[in-house]
């Protein structure tokens, strides 16, 4: 027998399906530790009275940081949420699993390509690698690899979903969770074409067989990849606020169309909003960059608005209706906060709300964007969407799937309840931190803003120092509750006391 019935949902299970489930959370979780470990050395370098890294090995593990911790973690949890929503909530199966394993294939491959090399010095080119910054060529074809097995993993989903209509697995149409992972899979491949249409030529002129790529040109491309990559998150992301809220607590969304409306407008507008990255560009006209980041970005903020009263208000409705109706908040106060899936999805909302979303429409927007994107502001404002927002998401999804799909109970849970709270107070402290350090001026990614070895004496506003300190203390808090999800996600995926 090649699938299972789950005792906990009822839920079919095929075997592939769940094996590739396992290996992609298990991979994601590795990479966010090796993630999360740089991040702990960038953060103790950017605060000033320790200052720990060289200027060298900061620029190294700033770009290993961004890799690891931004597209690896986040990517490889994503293909394992694409199996968990195209076959499993579709109780069918992996309609190609040789191309399934391909794909994850590709992608480690990748990634491997990608943290040997820049370990080993040659690809100090940060996230972006901006030309006429230039890294081996072995940089270049490992994000081409990956890029290339993500690509095959998003067209596996449309398989199923292709095999699962044929076999009639659901009625009219796809469950909300799958709905999400559709739009987050189409997103990524418009994401991954414009990767390819880049790093193709970049990777050969790498290897001098083309002698000239224009950086306005790879700006304009790459900010098609780099941009939009983050808007598979969002999608996945409040997709799996969608499964959790379902999931924990039986919740249904409160209007089901407008939901996936919201969806659709992610798919029509997200990637158009990319372009604040580019205000400062003498390439595009001042029109075209007022329409832009004035209109087309608010289509795509909309949905975010429209989740983030959607999916509470569906949680307040499930938790009325078992009973808790005593006053306005009642609901609220008996909610299970000491369940870490659903305190993680709760802090998911807020932290992506306020940190990510309402900072992000601000600096979105031109006038304000000139004024600071360049600083450590907009660090803040991407750790709030990124971190505060998709990595406490799925943090609560790790803890959804150990149970459903590795059928392990989770060990130290005490520790586990903790968790989510410990890591959403230090995330929130250091963005916040970072966000008020940048409106004093402090650069986006300079390893010495103090200048210590310069030749001339140099002071700055002692607000900065404040900032920053208080950005390195929830730096640690933040790192403190990232190795406690680590050792009781392994822990129990490893030494969990198996379930039926």
């Not at 208000?313 to 009325?320: F, I, K």
């Not at 999804?397 to 149970?403: F, H, K, M, R």
């Amino acid at each position: 027998m090649d699938y299972r019935i789950c005792s906990f949902t009822g839920l079919k299970i095929h075997k592939t399906a769940e094996d590739l489930i396992k290996w992609n959370v298990v991979t994601a979780i590795l990479f966010l530790a090796l993630g999360g470990f740089m991040a702990l050395l960038v953060a103790l370098t950017r605060w000033p009275s320790v200052h720990y890294l060289g200027p060298a090995n900061y620029y190294r593990f700033l770009t290993l940081h961004g890799f690891d911790a931004l597209l690896l973690w986040i990517l490889f949890f994503e293909v394992a949420l694409v199996h968990f929503t195209s076959a499993v909530l579709l109780n069918t199966r992996v309609v190609a699993p040789f191309s399934a394993w391909i794909a994850y294939a590709l992608m480690l491959v990748g990634a491997v390509f990608v943290n040997i090399v820049t370990f080993a010095g040659k690809a100090d080119v940060l996230f972006t690698s901006y030309v006429p910054l230039k890294a081996n060529g072995v940089y270049y074809l490992g994000v081409i690899i990956f890029a290339v097995g993500a690509l095959t993993a998003f067209g596996n989903f449309f398989a199923n979903i292709i095999q699962a209509r044929r076999d009639k697995a659901y009625k009219h149409t796809l469950p909300l969770g799958t709905y999400g992972l559709a739009a987050a899979s189409i997103i990524g491949v418009v994401t991954l074409a414009h990767g390819a249409v880049i790093m193709i030529p970049v990777f050969f002129w790498s290897i001098d067989l083309i002698k000239y790529i224009d950086p306005a040109t790879y700006r304009l491309i790459f900010w098609g990849l780099g941009h939009s990559s983050q808007q598979i998150n969002v999608c996945a992301m409040v997709a799996m606020w969608y499964m959790a809220a379902a999931f924990v607590l039986g919740a249904k969304p409160v209007n089901e169309k407008l939901s996936r409306t919201a969806f659709v407008l992610y798919i029509l507008f997200i990637n158009v909003a990319s372009e604040h990255h580019l205000l400062v560009d003498p390439v595009l006209s001042n029109w075209h960059k007022i329409v832009n980041t004035g209109y087309m970005m608010h289509l795509a903020v909309l949905a975010s608005m429209i989740h983030a009263f959607a999916i509470p208000a569906s949680m307040e409705v499930a938790l009325r209706n078992k009973g808790y109706t005593k006053g306005l908040f009642d609901w609220l106060k008996n909610a299970p906060w000491g369940n870490p899936a659903f305190s993680a999805t709760f802090l998911s909302i807020i932290g992506f709300g306020f940190l990510g979303g309402i900072t992000g429409v601000i600096f979105g927007t031109e006038q304000f964007n000139i004024i600071r994107h360049n600083t450590f502001a907009i660090t803040g404002h991407f750790h709030g969407t990124v971190v505060s927002g998709t990595t406490t998401a799925f943090m609560g999804g790790t803890y959804l799937l150990i149970p459903y799909i590795f059928r392990r109970e989770l060990v130290l849970p005490k520790l586990a309840t903790i968790q989510p709270y410990l890591y959403a107070i230090g995330v929130a402290m250091f963005a916040i931190s970072m966000m008020a350090a940048g409106s004093y001026g402090v650069p986006r990614r300079h390893w010495d803003i103090t200048f210590s070895n310069a030749i001339f004496s140099f002071s700055f506003d002692p607000s900065i120092d404040i900032f920053l300190s208080m950005m390195g203390v929830g730096a640690l808090l933040a790192v403190l509750g990232g190795v406690i999800f680590i050792i009781v996600s392994l822990g129990s995926i490893v030494f969990g006391k198996k379930t039926s």
